[in-house]
């Protein structure tokens, strides 16, 4: 069964930078497609970054593009999840997964605030 741990959430000041690191386990991450997602209270989980580890393509949601960077590791089996110049409405829960949706895990959460 795959598996999900997502870490590296945090309190940030407005403009600051965070590092998330979600380690699968229970598939072949380097032949698979990794989503993070984010979850703001009072709105549906929405994709932020998404990876191709095969091919090694990413794409990013508008609302992150030039700010955020995600990245694979194949040998460690983590998906990392750069957030550079962070605002208030970042704030929330993020979370990763593969295609096709397995069970979630806990997430971590991000709060930007001063």
């Known amino acids: 069964q795959s598996q999900f741990v997502e870490s590296g959430g945090g309190l940030v000041q407005p403009g600051g930078s965070r590092r998330l690191t979600c380690l699968t386990s229970?598939?072949?991450?380097?032949?698979?497609?990794i989503t993070w997602y984010r979850q703001i209270p009072g709105k549906q989980r929405e994709w932020v970054a998404r990876i191709n580890l095969d091919r090694g393509h990413a794409a990013y949601a508008d609302f992150v593009k030039g700010r955020f960077t995600i990245s694979g590791d194949s040998l460690t089996k983590a998906v990392n999840l750069q957030m550079n110049n962070l605002t208030p409405e970042d704030t929330g829960t993020y979370y990763c997964?593969?295609?096709?949706?397995?069970?979630w895990g806990q997430g971590t959460q991000v709060i930007v605030s001063s």
């Open positions: 997964n593969r295609y096709p949706l397995n069970p």
């Open positions: 229970g598939f072949e991450v380097s032949r698979s497609v």
